[in-house]
Every structure is written in C-alpha cells, then in structure tokens.
T-cell receptor, first 115, second 113 residues
C-alpha cells in the first residue's frame, strides 16, 4: 500500500479553471505538507498542517487553498489557474511538525500543466 | 533566496567506485540535514539524515558527513551501483521554520557499468 498517495498524477487544464489535487496518508502521521517543484527544479514548501491546523503558509497566492478534513487528508485547491502554476506538486507527511529527526515522506507527485 | 545549494547538477561515476555528492547551506540555524533520492516520475524518498550534533552518520553503503564550520555536507556512496542512478536532493531544516525542509536543486547521479 502506498503510504502517501495523491491524485491525479497528471492533470492538463486550461487557464482560468479551478482544480483540486487530493492527498491521503496511511502512516498515522500528524503533519502533512504540500511542496511545489517548479520548472527550475526547486522543491519548495507551500503549506504545512498539523492535526488539521495550518502551521506553515509560505508566500503562496491566495488562489491556492489547502483543506484538511482530517489529519490523514490534505487537499489542494487552486482557483483561476495561471500558466505559471504549471509544476509538480508533492504531498508529504511526517510524524511531528517540530523537533530534530523529522523525516518527511513524499507522495509520487502530481504533474499539473496549465495551457 | 536559495539557502541550500548543490552546485553540481550532474555526476557520472563508474560502478564500484565512490560517489561523492556535495551540498552547501547558508542558514546557520539549520540543525537537521537529510538526503533524498528521486527516480523519474516518483516522489523523493528518504535516504539518510544527520543531526547537527554529529559530524558523520553511516547506513550501509551511504555515509553523510557534516562540516558545520564550513556549512557543508556530503553524501558518500561506496561502492556505487547502477541502481543508485537517480537525482539526489540535499535538504535542511531548522526549528524556527517549523522544520519545513529546504531543498537544494538536486544532483543527477549516473552510475555506469
């Protein structure tokens, strides 16, 4: 069984559309994250949730809205998609949000292409 | 502002030899460092980590060295195997950033038979 699973894996959509990427982890972790890997291959944190509460919110346009219905799920909704949103989005989870020794486990990624 | 840097985008090593991947960081608050391995079309997978209280951590063929004064860490793979061919990401975290991982751009390692 996949520990961190995200859907869809590939998504091609037009500018202006609204889309969601879903993520689920079966590791029993308390903390979940969304990372973005852009065209320059930089992998950057977007959001972090601990027990359904937002704890990290980097400088991300408010068109991006994470939703955590429970601690095993963290979905990413994107409104009014722009060409620059094209990237690979990785969901991840870890046991704790703080403390040394925090290993983060990643999903396989969702390839978003905005045309 | 890129706080974790991997200045070598690619590295080619012959099977059986040592692979050395380097990473530099600028934030002196980083106290936990990790290496992730990534195959195409897959997410990064955790490989090995080191706390700032140590200068070396070993796990099988993989050893990570940390030089805090130089703000430098390296990953050694001995002996290198063709299955090690992947992109390796260095990552660092600090308590004042909620332990979110800051990644380097990655080094693509190719191990040739």
């Amino acid at each position: 069984d996949t520990a961190v699973s995200q859907t869809p894996k590939y998504l091609v959509t037009q500018m202006g559309n609204d889309k969601s990427i879903k993520c689920e982890q079966n590791l029993g972790h308390d903390t979940m994250y969304w990372y973005k890997q852009d065209s320059k291959k930089f992998l950057k944190i977007m959001f972090s949730y601990n027990n359904k509460e937002l704890i990290i919110n980097e400088t991300v346009p408010n068109r991006f809205s994470p939703k955590s219905p429970d601690k095993a799920h963290l979905n990413l909704h994107i409104n009014s998609l722009e060409l620059g949103d094209s990237a690979v989005y990785f969901c991840a989870s870890s046991q704790l949000p703080t403390g040394s020794g925090n290993t983060i486990y990643f999903g396989e990624g969702s390839w978003l292409t905005v045309v | 502002d890129q706080q974790v840097k991997q200045n070598s985008p690619s590295l080619s090593v012959q099977e059986g030899r040592i692979s050395i991947l380097n990473c530099d960081y600028t934030n002196s608050m980083f106290d936990y460092f990790l290496w992730y391995k990534k195959y195409p079309a897959e997410g990064p997978t955790f490989l090995i980590s080191i706390s700032s209280i140590k200068d070396k951590n070993e796990d099988g063929r993989f050893t990570v060295f940390l030089n805090k004064s130089a703000k430098h860490l390296s990953l050694h793979i001995v002996p290198s195997q063709p299955g090690d061919s992947a992109v390796y990401f260095c990552a660092a975290s600090a308590i004042n950033s909620g332990y979110a991982l800051n990644f380097g751009k990655g080094t693509s390692l190719l191990v040739t038979p």
